[in-house]
């Protein structure tokens, strides 16, 4: 959170200052304001009418951020099920629950449904631990079961002095902007990227 303040929200949109419950002493770090401004405004003319999913989602506060700006569809994929019941009041906080999924599943086997059920995602974002090299694991999942669609864009939150693979598969890091401890990662589609994840 922005120093001084002591609440989550939602910035802008529909649900603009909507308050979130925050997660306490269980193990989730949210995406602070600053860094969830920064990433809308980089990707904000995507978000209306798009397909978004949120991997390692926690309280849910990227995701929700997305809806109240117009996303048309917002799945959350968290698999500790304290975290999923707060991202669940969450959403009916904020009043969203159209376009909302929640998927209590690991983030490898979330994404395998979603490939089978035949989900596409215009935007995917992901914020894992940090510091325990699950940008690349989040990249190779991504690559086996291909859930992005051509044009679209994905996002891993880090943490400021991680290294991350510049490229897997068919992704490739286009832009990398670092705030304070955090840093924010974006793919895109090589159109002449390898098939397979290395």
């Not at 009043?95 to 998927?103: D, K, Q, T």
């Not at 991350?164 to 974006?186: H, I, Q, W």
């Amino acid at each position: 959170m922005r120093k001084g303040r002591k609440f989550l929200r939602v910035i802008a949109g529909s649900a603009k200052k909507r308050r979130l419950k925050s997660p306490g002493k269980l193990p989730v770090r949210p995406t602070s304001d600053r860094v969830k401004e920064a990433l809308f405004n980089i990707i904000g003319n995507l978000v209306p009418g798009s397909e978004f999913a949120d991997l390692f989602a926690g309280t849910g506060g990227v995701g929700l951020e997305a809806l109240s700006r117009g996303a048309r569809r917002a799945v959350f994929v968290e698999s500790n099920p304290q975290v999923a019941r707060i991202l669940k009041e969450n959403i009916t906080l904020t009043g969203l629950w159209e376009g909302s999924e929640i998927i209590r599943r690991d983030v490898v086997t979330a994404v395998e449904f979603m490939q089978r059920r035949g989900d596409k995602f215009d935007i995917i974002f992901a914020d894992p631990p940090y510091r325990q090299g699950l940008a690349g694991l989040t990249l190779n999942t991504l690559c086996k079961y291909p859930v992005l669609c051509q044009g679209g864009v994905l996002v891993i939150e880090i943490g400021a002095g991680e290294a991350a693979p510049e490229k897997a598969g068919s992704y490739y890091m286009v832009r990398r902007e670092k705030y304070g401890d955090t840093a924010l990662l974006f793919y895109k589609h090589s159109s002449e990227g390898d098939k397979f994840c290395e």
